[in-house]
């Protein structure tokens, strides 16, 4: 089901695009897992209810530009990715965040729209490095952002604390000038 939506990106079956209170309820099923909370920060509720994405789409809302957008295969809602554009002196940077629903898992959707919101976030926000955090156990994020052509930057010695565990943190980056 597609939407009036601003598209930010298209890639065969892949769109990006903003996201409609029509994804709410696909956002609250789809986040509502613990195989994508495992993955994301703490501030990511879980359970995740539709109450939760309402509240996450009025702040999607008043973004200007919207930075926070859907991922949509094959007409349908899937998951979110955002860049969030630092401030001060990382004003040229960003971070990229993402989550996809497991049923829509290993179908190389993930590749394609972290390939659109990059080509996005150097062409049109101005932004000159794209950065993630990676959890060290998350090995299809760090497959992902190696096709992608993010490199490893740096590892980060048990600077996650998650599920009652210390975990490394890995960081990739995507330089502009690389692209």
Same mark, same amino acid.
């Given at each position: 089901?597609?939407?009036?939506?601003? &598209?930010?990106?298209?890639? /065969?079956?892949? @769109?990006? !695009?903003?996201?409609? =209170?029509?994804?709410?309820?696909?956002?609250?099923?789809?986040?509502?897992?613990?195989?994508?909370?495992?993955?994301?920060?703490?501030?990511?509720?879980?359970?995740?209810?539709?109450?939760?994405?309402?509240?996450?789409?009025?702040?999607?809302?008043?973004?200007?530009?919207?930075?926070?957008?859907?991922?949509?295969?094959?007409?349908?809602?899937?998951?979110? &990715?955002?860049?969030?554009? /630092?401030?001060? @002196?990382? !004003?040229?940077?960003? =971070?990229?965040?993402?989550?996809?629903?497991?049923?829509?898992?290993?179908?190389?959707?993930?590749?394609?729209?972290?390939?659109?919101?990059?080509?996005?976030?150097?062409?049109?926000?101005?932004?000159?490095?794209?950065?993630?955090?990676?959890?060290?156990?998350?090995?299809?994020?760090?497959?992902?952002?190696?096709?992608?052509?993010?490199?490893?930057?740096? &590892?980060?010695?048990?600077?996650?604390?998650?599920?009652?565990?210390?975990?490394? =943190?890995?960081?990739?980056?995507?330089?502009?000038?690389?692209?």
């Amino acid at each position: 089901m597609s939407f009036e939506n601003i &598209i930010i990106g298209k890639d /065969g079956k892949v @769109v990006l !695009r903003e996201i409609s =209170e029509a994804d709410l309820p696909k956002m609250g099923e789809y986040s509502n897992n613990t195989k994508v909370s495992e993955n994301l920060r703490d501030r990511f509720p879980n359970p995740y209810t539709i109450n939760d994405a309402k509240s996450f789409f009025k702040i999607v809302n008043e973004q200007n530009p919207k930075t926070f957008l859907a991922i949509e295969y094959e007409g349908e809602y899937v998951g979110n &990715i955002s860049l969030s554009v /630092g401030s001060d @002196v990382y !004003r040229k940077s960003a =971070e990229i965040g993402y989550f996809i629903g497991e049923p829509f898992w290993n179908r190389g959707i993930t590749t394609k729209a972290v390939n659109l919101i990059t080509k996005f976030g150097f062409e049109k926000l101005d932004i000159v490095r794209i950065y993630t955090v990676i959890f060290e156990y998350n090995k299809a994020s760090q497959r992902v952002l190696e096709k992608c052509g993010f490199r490893k930057e740096a &590892i980060f010695k048990d600077a996650i604390f998650k599920k009652g565990k210390l975990y490394n =943190e890995i960081r990739f980056a995507k330089l502009k000038r690389d692209n």
